[in-house]
Nanobody, 125 residues
């Protein structure tokens, strides 16, 4: 059974940094793309960042320059380094995995096959 397990969320202050982790099990994701999405209360799940099997990554404009996605294939894991956090970054953050045909797509939740349960990130002002 394929599972994605996020960790690293918490309560931080504006301007702080936080790194989220997502550990995959049940299959290797080395040839799959992986991504991070987030969902704030009463809002739709939105794309944050993704990384292709070859290491190329792309992100939403709202987090560009502040968030970095990276992966460790040897650990079957993906990470999201978040810096200069803002209150509007408060959300449940989800890890996703799936097959993408090319770089730059995958900005919709329906394009992803596997999902984790999410980890809460709260940024206080």
């Amino acid at each position: 059974q394929v599972q994605l397990a996020e960790s690293g969320g918490g309560l931080v202050q504006a301007g702080d940094s936080l790194t989220l982790s997502c550990a995959a099990s049940g299959r290797s994701f080395s040839d799959y793309a992986m991504a991070w999405f987030r969902q704030a209360p009463e809002k739709e799940r939105e794309f944050v960042a993704a990384i292709f099997w070859n290491g190329r990554s792309w992100s939403a404009d709202s987090v560009k320059g502040r968030f970095t996605i990276f992966r460790d294939k040897s650990k079957n894991a993906v990470y999201l380094q978040m810096m200069s956090l803002k209150p509007e970054d408060t959300a449940v953050y989800y890890c996703a995995g799936g097959y993408l045909s090319t770089v730059g797509i995958g900005r919709g939740p329906r394009e992803w096959t596997y999902w984790g349960q999410g980890t809460q990130v709260t940024v206080s002002s």
